[in-house]
């Protein structure tokens, strides 16, 4: 272990152990039970009011007391940041745990622009035949449960429970290819994230700290940028997309292109 | 001037070095010199000790966190998933209310980075933490292959 990883463990440990801080905190100022809000709720009632923090801060032991708003700051920003943390824990899972694919992803997107245009390009084809052979597959399942029975089409003279099963089926096979097809954007979106590091950390102004940031941290500066862009009140929506297409540009961009070089032509 | 014939993939300043290397007569190294070898590079990189101690220090905290709000809150969490469910199978109406404690969000998450740390640690052949620095341009920090 070399200086640096020592000191990224240093660091790590250092944020557990402030972390474990303030969930002992937690824990101390916690309100007995029936008074304050629950920990956890979902109902048709209102919430209950939090206990107010001077009131928190009264009861909670005296070298603790300073501590207790910026304990209360951080498990809002935690609750509010859930979304944050789940892409980032599935953007890191991707790192780890897929990594092969990560990486022929990765390589497959670097380039200039026309590898960025080409894994753009085959990214919003990807999405366009998914929505479409989706919305395709719905209306088949459909109109093969719905309305009067007529010749020739698929539910035919078939009983209810048997085209109930069909649409069950259609819908289970639906779920399934678009958690595959997730599963698939995911491992594109930790690809693309790293490059977006690269590329903020590859600018002039940033290249001698970026040679210095470890990978994962640069892929979870990419994320980030991302996550915030697609919280966007506006274009939102809109970069989400892109990055979707080009997630799944370049996941098969890095399946297929270096193939489709060595493979026979077909005409 | 002579045609290289050596790897295609090779820049030109790397392919001299290239040509000293292939006039080397082959040498069929010792029986047992590989092992040898592998044993000295596992001895000088122990096996991701530090992400160990980042796992341990991100979970336990939380795993006991978690351990107490249940403890102390369970029935809450178990109203308030059978209130959810009920509400799915009926059809949820805008005028249902959620709160969760953010610090219980907090904990989940941590175990979630403490068993993607443990993870990777388990899964590096050699030195996971340890292994040759991350590099944005051209070396792969999961086991320090060539990228381009």
Do not use: C
């Not at chain 2, 980042?54 to 979970?59: E, I, R, S, T």
């Not at chain 2, 805008?94 to 969000?105: M, R």
Request: net charge positive; charged share 15%.
């Amino acid at each position: 272990m070399n200086q640096r990883d020592a000191l990224l463990v240093l660091f790590g440990v250092v944020i557990a152990v402030g972390i474990a801080g303030l969930l002992a905190i937690g824990t101390v100022t916690a309100p007995p039970r029936g008074e304050g809000r629950p920990s956890f709720y979902f109902g048709q009632g209102r919430v209950p009011q939090s206990r107010p923090i001077e009131f928190i801060q009264r009861q909670a032991p005296e070298p603790i007391r300073p501590i207790v708003p910026f304990q209360r700051g951080v498990s809002d920003s935690a609750r509010d940041a859930a979304g944050y943390l789940l892409v980032l824990l599935g953007v890191s899972a991707a790192l780890v745990l897929g990594r092969e694919p990560v990486l022929a992803s990765y390589h497959a997107t670097l380039g200039g622009w026309r590898t960025q245009a080409r894994v753009f390009g085959t990214g919003l084809a990807v999405v366009l035949l998914i929505a479409s052979s989706t919305f395709l597959l719905t209306v088949l399942l459909l109109s093969a449960v719905s309305g009067p029975p007529q010749p020739g089409r698929p539910g035919f003279d078939s009983p209810f429970a048997l085209q109930s099963l069909f649409l069950q089926a259609g819908l289970l096979t639906v779920v399934v290819a678009v958690a595959f097809a997730g599963i698939v954007a995911l491992i594109g979106v930790a690809a693309a994230s790293w490059r977006l590091g690269d590329a903020i950390l590859g600018t002039r102004f940033l290249s001698r700290l970026g040679s210095r940031v470890p990978a994962p941290l640069v892929a979870v500066i990419g994320v980030t940028l991302i996550y915030l862009l697609a919280a966007a009140p506006a274009v939102g929506p809109f970069i989400a997309l892109l990055t979707v297409a080009y997630a799944l540009g370049a996941v098969v961009t890095a399946r297929l292109g270096h193939a489709s070089e060595h493979a026979p032509a077909l005409s | 001037m002579d045609q290289y014939r050596g790897a295609p993939d090779l820049d030109m300043d790397e392919r001299s070095l290239d040509r000293v290397l292939a006039a080397a007569t082959p040498v069929a190294p010792p029986i047992g010199f590989r092992d040898e070898v592998m044993r000295r590079v596992r001895a000088e990189r122990p096996r991701a000790f530090g992400e160990w101690i980042v796992a341990a220090a991100l979970a336990l905290p939380s795993l006991a966190y978690l351990a107490w709000q249940l403890s102390a809150n369970g029935s809450d969490f178990v109203d308030g998933l059978s209130n959810a469910f009920a509400a799915a199978a009926q059809g949820a109406g805008a005028e249902e209310f959620f709160f969760v404690d953010g610090l219980v969000v907090l904990a989940v998450a941590l175990i979630g980075v403490a068993s993607i740390v443990a993870a990777h640690a388990a899964l590096s052949p050699v030195g996971g933490a340890g292994a040759e620095p991350a590099r944005r341009t051209g070396t792969n920090w999961f086991n320090g292959a060539k990228l381009r």
